[in-house]
């Protein structure tokens, strides 16, 4: 893990961000001598729910219509 005095830090705030993001190495920021802070990286963003199984699956018949025809259904008697 990188250190980094909290005054050079201050000074070049977004691209010490911008280098944590994409090197995904966390720094440790320190004041005399001494960490105050951590900057780590996000985790890592989630896989969209929809779509997540694209090309998992196979879809045999149809999947709109009703398994039983309408009138066979108890709720309509």
């Known amino acids: 893990m990188k250190?980094?005095?909290?005054?050079q830090f201050k000074a070049r705030c977004l691209q010490v961000m911008e280098t944590v993001r994409t090197t995904r190495v966390p720094l440790l920021i320190t004041k005399r001598g001494k960490p105050v802070a951590k900057?780590?990286?996000p985790?890592?963003?989630?896989?969209?729910?929809?779509?997540?199984?694209?090309g998992k699956i196979e879809i045999l018949g149809d999947i709109v219509s009703?398994?039983?025809?309408?009138e066979d259904w108890e709720s309509l008697k």
Do not use: F, S, W, Y
């Not at 250190?3 to 005054?7: C, D, I, R």
């Open 3 to 7: 250190t980094m005095a909290a005054g």
């Open 66 to 70: 009703p398994v039983v025809p309408p």
């Open 39 to 41: 900057l780590v990286p």
């Open 43 to 54: 985790d890592e963003a989630p896989a969209h729910i929809m779509g997540r199984l694209a």
